[in-house]
């Protein structure tokens, strides 16, 4: 294990001044965004640096096999979010497992999600995930498909829908990050006037483009690479 818990701690501050930084640029309050440490590929020793920091609540995994093994390695109270796909075989697995889904996308993961939540007795929270850059390369659900998408989560009794995730494309081009916000947060104040209900969760920016997230009104940043260092 290559990184030490001082360093990580010095990560997190580092992650902490930027966006309070961006906070200040966009006139924001920088409690109103929290810090999603991504442990993606990470051992579960890494995972324990952020339950011993004490500053946070929850981490972020892509995998529903990584995370079961490595969840039952990790000591504390930790919620655990899925912010990768999701295959509706494995949304009764996901649901032991996550605390909270950001990657719903279509209807068959909706259904077979409210189904599992609702044998383990819960109301599962999730997010749903949109591909508001337009990238053929994402998974999400597209723009104009997304009120279909939450009307029919609204029917579901054993989920809640807490607000909207995007990860905007690949791009050299620092305003294709800054639109695809913009554009999620657009779609969720149009969903939330038609629907008339709170979806206050805009889950957007990563290590690279956090700083245009918050500018659009990001209430979640999930961060990889600038608190772990880079991935393998
Ligand atoms: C890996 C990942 C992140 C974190 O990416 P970094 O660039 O390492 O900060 C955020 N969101 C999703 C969905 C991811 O898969």
Request: proline letters at 5%; one cysteine or more; hydrophobic letters at 45%.
């Amino acid at each position: 294990m290559s990184l030490t818990y001082t360093a990580f701690c010095d990560h997190v501050a580092e992650v902490r001044s930027r966006i309070a930084e961006s906070c200040a640029r966009a006139g924001r309050n920088p409690a109103e965004v929290r810090l999603l440490p991504v442990t993606k590929t990470q051992p579960p020793e890494v995972v324990q640096f952020v339950v011993q920091h004490g500053g946070f609540e929850a981490v972020g995994e892509n995998r529903v096999q990584e995370t079961a093994e490595k969840r039952p390695r990790v000591a504390g109270g930790l919620r655990w979010e899925l912010i990768g796909h999701l295959q509706s075989n494995k949304a009764r697995q996901a649901v032991e497992l996550f605390e909270r889904i950001q990657s719903v996308d279509r209807d068959k993961v909706l259904i077979a999600l409210d189904r599992a939540a609702g044998e383990q007795g819960r109301r599962l929270a999730v997010l749903l995930q949109v591909n508001a850059g337009n990238d053929p390369a994402k998974f999400g659900v597209d723009p104009e498909a997304a009120p279909a998408l939450l009307e029919q989560a609204l029917q579901l009794p054993h989920l809640r829908v807490e607000g909207l995730m995007t990860i905007a494309p690949l791009s050299d081009d620092p305003t294709v990050a800054r639109r695809t916000f913009a554009r999620l947060r657009e779609i969720r104040d149009a969903l939330v006037k038609r629907f008339d209900l709170p979806l206050n969760e805009l889950s957007m920016g990563m290590s690279g483009d956090l700083d245009a997230a918050i500018a659009e009104g990001s209430t979640l940043v999930r961060v990889g690479s600038a608190l772990f260092g880079a991935r393998g």
